[in-house]
């Protein structure tokens, strides 16, 4: 088993604009061992399957927004915002109302601030979990709000279901990585229970495992292949998968010792049952609920979790926003708007896409908890109408499917053009390559140095650039010193390194250090 090599080794100050809010972003916070993952959450107490508030959060880096949807109290629906910087895993910022923006269908127009409630607090214990203290209330817990569709369930959870392949880095106790694999996670050749498989470099590990939860795996039964390829020494493996997210510990036995390392990882692709197809990046006819390196068919790629916004209307004023969340064969959708009078407001529905494009129908809802209020239900108000998403992105005459771009259509307006919002500066340049990453089976680098075209490490033995003759492949160029067979080498690949978004270099941590993980979890 090969371990990683580790190809050694400013402060960023600056401003953006978040729906029409400045925020300062730093860089002298101290790390977090995790990432909290962007999406929908719910203060845990009220997830009764019943409508209510909820928080769409969204992390990136250092800097953290939020968009509350909730009621007054006369039971008209409303939507706050918070945005600030992590200090750590917690962050206290103003809980902000606005007011007189646009409606469904009506003319272009800017909100403007109605005041704050008072400061929010959130804090983070893992990638899942945390709480939240708003206004007038007690301290309580939060989580993330996960769904799946019935057909996911069929698809890779019940017995003899299809398979999903994932990239995972064992971490040590400092939280560097020490090993990388490939493996897959579904109905193993021989037995009707989930397996799980490890490979890298022409040596496996395959287990039979235990499904402990909803999406939660405990693997202790080594299955020997008839084969003769080279095992791994993995001895237990346990895994759980959120969104895409994966996180869990693998036994490896060094020196006749078992150690012990965290896991962080990422799903890539699925396949159905019964296709029999293999597991190659993205198998054809196969239904993705994951990010994909890329090669599959249309529809078939999940669009990025988090705030959305449409890009015209991105002119540091405030305005309107959008929360999407897809996870697990579930779209889930957040529009917070005003009503044609002005008043703020929100809209919201959800429904099974394991494909896109994708038509939600909107509802608007009244009657739930107000800050400070008792806890109470809400009720389905209105019908708003439907909301279609198509997420691709064109450049001339080409266009290609995007996680991160989609034509936007909402009720009695023309389609426009909806962007994932980039909440930290320099998004496609050099700094946003500045972090730790695995760029291919053996080589992890630490890209340190921001040189203005390119991010290198501290030596300059390994450097990336973006390729901008190929803006929508958003491709980037690195090089890297490797060493064979005690020969000094040049390797050269061409990536795609995007940060909050699938790529086919897996990002281990961002450019301030954090973890990109959901970190270490209870459940």
Sequence with gaps: MKALTNIKGRSVRAAIAVLGLVVPVASSWAARDFTPQAGTWVISEELNGKPGRGLAIDVQGNTFFMQVFGYEKNGDATFYTATGQMDGNRVTAPLMQYQGGRSFGSEARDAVEAGSAGDVTVSFTNGLHGSIQLPGEKVLPIQRFEVRSAQFEDDYLAPKSGVRSFQTVALDGAGQPVFYWRGSIGRHMKSPTHGVNLEMGGAYADFSCLRTGADMYSCSEPIVRSLSSPRLPVNAIELRISAGGLQGFVDVIQNGVVQRYSLLGRLVTGMKKDTGASIPECPPYSVVYAEPFGGCRMGNKVPVSGTWVVESELDGK????????????????????????????FHMGSVDAPKTPVTLPLGQYAGGRYLGGPGQAA????????????????????????????????????????????????????????GQWVLSDDTIVSLTRDLGSRAANADETAWCERAPKEPLLHLVSCQWMHVY???????????????????????????????????????
Excluded: C
């Excluded at 959008?322 to 009078?341: E, K, R, S, T, W």
């Design 485 to 523: 067979d005690d020969k000094v080498v040049w390797q050269k690949a061409n990536l795609i390194m995007r940060p909050n978004s699938p790529g086919s270099a897996l990002q281990i941590r961002d450019r301030h250090g954090n973890l990109t993980g959901l970190g270490l979890l209870q459940d």
């Design 318 to 345: 405030p305005g309107r926003g959008f929360a999407l969340d897809f996870q697990n064969g579930v779209a889930i959708a957040q529009v917070f708007n005003y009503q044609p009078g002005g008043q703020p407001t």
């Design 379 to 434: 009720t389905l108000l209105a019908d708003a109408g439907s909301m279609r998403l198509e997420f691709v992105e064109t450049v001339g005459r080409f266009s290609i499917e995007s996680h991160t771009v989609a034509k936007l259509d909402l009720p009695g307006e023309p389609t426009r053009r909806l962007v994932r919002m980039e909440l930290e500066p320099d998004a496609e340049g050099s700094q946003s390559l500045l």
